[in-house]
């Protein structure tokens, strides 16, 4: 059974930082590729980031290009997210999702298997 849990939201200051994180089980990390998504209320679910198998490839959004860093740690099955510099408009859950299709998967419908979410705040 495929398990994706995310950590590390809150409440966080504009302007700070939070590091989310995914653990990974019941699957061969290695074979997938992951991503993170995150979705606030009253919108569409947005793509954030992904990073492929080997972890040699990322790819971001533009609206968090320069700002956050995905990476991931094969050893420990796990995959985060690195946030500066929040904005206002980063509040959102933020989901984890593991695919094995290829490509360069930037929607929702590529990923095989999501985690349960993280909520990530903002304060004015």
């Known amino acids: 059974q495929v398990q994706l849990v995310e950590s590390g939201g809150g409440l966080v200051q504009a302007g700070g930082s939070l590091r989310l994180s995914c653990a990974a089980s019941g699957l061969t990390f290695t074979s997938y590729t992951m991503g993170w998504f995150r979705q606030a209320p009253g919108n569409e679910g947005e793509f954030v980031a992904f990073?492929?198998?080997?972890?040699?490839?990322?790819y971001y959004a533009d609206s968090v290009k320069g700002r956050f860093t995905i990476s991931r740690d094969s050893a420990k099955n796990t995959v985060s997210l690195q946030m500066n510099s929040l904005k206002p408009e980063d509040p959102a859950v933020y989901y984890c999702?593991?695919?094995?299709?290829?490509?360069?998967?930037?929607?929702?419908?590529?990923?095989?298997?999501w985690g349960q979410g993280t909520q990530v705040t903002i304060s004015s």
């Open positions: 990073t492929v198998r080997s972890g040699g490839i990322t």
């Open positions: 999702a593991a695919t094995w299709r290829g490509g360069l998967p930037t929607i929702r419908e590529d990923y095989n298997y």
